[in-house]
């Protein structure tokens, strides 16, 4: 029997805080700004919100490097913001998501301050290694943001690990007081009232005993040592118990290199440890593993791991679905076209809203944002942008250079949410901490509100529709013309319900193609981008949603 969770009905929006809206007017995004925009998200048919760390920071990598776990930063408006969005989601039926980033703290976090000092308990609260400065590194792992994953440390005399930046040393979770700690946070925020933890990196927190080298491996050498190391479900397992059992809450892990197989011993409804997985291989259909070696874009890739993921958890498992977030470029510039903005924004919208699972939306994918492209390198402000444009492709001429960060950097998503054309998008009235993608006049909020016909209308009729379609919610999936490069075609089958969905992925028009036991001339049309239809050929980008009810 499927369990009744409550996330399974729902829509969830990610903020990403520092681009979302400015409240006081510093340039930067605030908890005050939000509380002005909740009936905007919530008008959206979202039920609820995930927000990318607002704890106090120094801001190495946006937030993600955290100082103080039980603290809402003062530039975000401090806890009295905090309470009062918090109140302001309830009040309208939404959920309220924290993220959890406990695989590393910031190196300016007082456990840290006092763990290089040798002063206990925490002394042993990260993971340190003896060695000469300038001496032979412990092991030959990387980080994923900024080279060696060790740096030396002069107060304490030692090295300290980082996976990722060297501002974000790695706690120690083997160290039991080290997960009281995790366990104290959790609690502190669930007592306040938030409804859940979507976990950074959460399959990282195990490393393998004695931290041995790891084989070469193009990139990330050392993945293979701590990614779903060998006490993550022992440790995943105390979490919920301990607390996460006693509170009505979800927890959502992001897992790099995690495929379906592997996800079922995290996120199996009996037996899984947390509740949904934010897997990558949907976002690796223009690229190898990661952003930074990008390749052309191709469909049957994207198909494929939608497919699996859809096949694999049927029901096992609940499915995350997004195409976009904060450490991606702007969808419709990788996937889709840019030339054909709207229409292949409302594909993408489609290829993954009737899908099984919970949806979630990045801030600025409902109007269709696209990739910002500055003028220079000096502007980026993302560490593992910064890092690789100084260190890697260095023979390349300064154009090409400056193109590749175009199309890999996090920062081509990360540009403040462009609420109108007024100056600075109507994100600020002082000056952005990020530049404002230029296309704003072009591109906005209030624009797409006045036209019945905008992205954001569609988004909003998408939504609306899949939550009143069982067959979204149980239907079996099943994908059809899987060799086919340029559409995307799958069913979704309930004993009373079908939906047979329609996405082409080409700018030239495309030969429609039918699964056999559907006929279009009998099922109602409820969802499609072109107002005008042909029966044999579908125009750019179009896609059709069409109802069978028995
Ligand atoms: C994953 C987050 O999504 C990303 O933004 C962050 O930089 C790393 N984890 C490190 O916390």
């Not at 776990?69 to 003062?74: G, L, R, T």
């Not at 969005?85 to 998501?97: A, D, I, Q, T």
């Not at 013309?481 to 082409?504: A, N």
Request: hydrophobic share 30%; with cysteine; aromatic share 14%.
């Amino acid at each position: 029997m499927e369990r009744k969770r409550w996330y399974k009905d729902m829509v969830f929006y990610q903020i990403w805080p520092r681009s979302f809206k400015d409240g006081d007017g510093d340039g930067m995004g605030d908890l005050w700004g939000v509380l002005e925009k909740l009936d905007y998200i919530k008008s959206l048919g979202c039920d609820g919100i995930w927000f990318s760390p607002i704890y106090p920071s120094p801001g190495a990598d946006c937030g993600y490097d955290i100082a103080d776990y039980m603290d809402i930063a003062p530039e975000f408006g401090g806890m009295e913001a905090f309470k009062k969005v918090l109140e302001g989601c309830h009040e309208r039926g939404m959920k309220l998501l924290m993220d959890l980033v406990v695989n590393h703290t910031s190196d300016e976090h007082e456990w840290f301050e006092k763990s290089r000092r040798r002063i206990d308990p925490y002394t042993d609260y990260y993971i340190w290694r003896p060695g000469e400065k300038g001496g032979k590194l412990p092991n030959n792992w990387d980080s994923n943001f900024e080279g060696k994953a060790w740096t030396y440390d002069e107060v304490r005399g030692e090295y300290y690990l980082h996976l990722f930046a060297i501002k974000q040393p790695d706690l120690n979770m083997d160290n039991p007081l080290v997960r009281e700690e995790v366990k104290k946070i959790l609690h502190f925020w669930l007592d306040m009232g938030v409804d859940g933890f979507r976990e950074d990196v959460i399959t990282y927190i195990s490393k393998t005993e004695g931290l041995p080298n790891d084989r070469i491996f193009p990139i990330y050498k050392g993945m293979r040592k701590y990614n779903h190391g060998p006490h993550i479900h022992e440790y995943l397992s105390e979490f919920k118990r301990d607390v996460f059992d006693k509170y009505d809450c979800f927890t959502l892990a992001e897992a790099p290199l995690v495929w379906p197989k592997r996800a079922l011993k995290y996120i199996d409804e009996e037996k899984g440890q947390i509740d949904m997985m934010i897997q990558f291989q949907c976002e690796t259909a223009d690229c190898l593993f990661t952003d930074w070696l990008p390749t052309k874009f191709k469909l049957r890739k994207m198909k494929k791991a939608f497919s699996d993921w859809q096949y694999k958890l049927s029901g096992k498992a609940w499915n995350m679905l997004y195409i976009e977030n904060h450490d991606h470029p702007r969808i419709i510039s990788r996937y889709g076209s840019e030339k054909y903005r709207t229409e292949s924004g409302k594909t993408l919208a489609v290829t993954y809203l009737f899908q099984q699972g919970t949806p979630f939306l990045y801030q600025g994918q409902e109007i269709g944002m696209l990739n910002w492209r500055p003028e220079s390198p000096e502007m980026y402000e993302d560490v593992q942008t910064v890092y690789n444009y100084n260190h890697t492709n260095l023979k390349k001429s300064p154009e090409e250079r400056l193109k590749r960060l175009w199309r890999c950097s996090r920062d081509s998503a990360r540009t403040p949410v462009q609420w109108s054309a007024e100056k600075n998008a109507g994100f600020t009235t002082g000056t952005p901490w990020l530049p404002v993608n230029e296309n704003y006049k072009e591109i906005n909020v209030e624009k797409e509100e006045k036209d019945p016909d905008s992205l954001l209308n569609f988004y909003r009729k998408a939504i609306a529709l899949r939550k009143s379609l069982p067959a979204v919610r149980y239907g079996e999936y099943r994908e059809h013309f899987h060799r086919s490069k340029k559409l995307y075609v799958y069913t979704r089958e309930t004993e009373s319900q079908k939906l047979l969905v329609i996405c082409s992925f080409t700018e030239k028009p495309a030969k429609i193609k039918i699964p056999s036991g559907y006929n279009i001339e009998k099922g109602e049309l409820i969802l499609a981008n072109y107002k005008e239809r042909d029966e044999k050929i579908l125009k750019p980008y179009e896609t059709r949603v069409y109802l069978f009810n028995s």
